[in-house]
Nanobody, 111 residues
Framework: QVQLVESGGGLVQPGGSLRLSCAGFGSIFGVYEMAWYRQAPGKQRELVAFITSDGTTHYADSVKGRFTISRDNVKNTAYLQMNSLKPEDTAVYYC?????WGKGTLVTVSS
């Protein structure tokens, strides 16, 4: 059974940084694409970034230049480094691989 477990969310001031982690259990982690999505209150879930098994990355326009996705296939973990955070980045952030989803971690950007 595959499990994805996110961590690293919290409250941060505008302009601050957070690093989210997604630990994968029970899968051949390095084989598949990993992605981060987010869902803000009252809005649809949206793709933030993904990374392929060979390290190719893609970002939503709203986070380009501020967020960085990476993965460590030895540790079975994906990361999302978030810098220059804005209030509009406030959302629950979800890790995804194939049809599997984590339960999410809340990021709140507020002064």
């Amino acid at each position: 059974q595959v499990q994805l477990v996110e961590s690293g969310g919290g409250l941060v001031q505008p302009g601050g940084s957070l690093r989210l982690s997604c630990a994968g259990f029970g899968s051949i982690f390095g084989v598949y694409e990993m992605a981060w999505y987010r869902q803000a209150p009252g809005k649809q879930r949206e793709l933030v970034a993904f990374i392929t098994s060979d390290g190719t990355t893609h970002y939503a326009d709203s986070v380009k230049g501020r967020f960085t996705i990476s993965r460590d296939n030895v540790k079975n973990t994906a990361y999302l480094q978030m810098n220059s955070l804005k209030p509009e980045d406030t959302a629950v952030y979800y890790c995804n691989s194939m049809s599997y989803w984590g339960k999410g971690t809340l990021v709140t950007v507020s002064s």
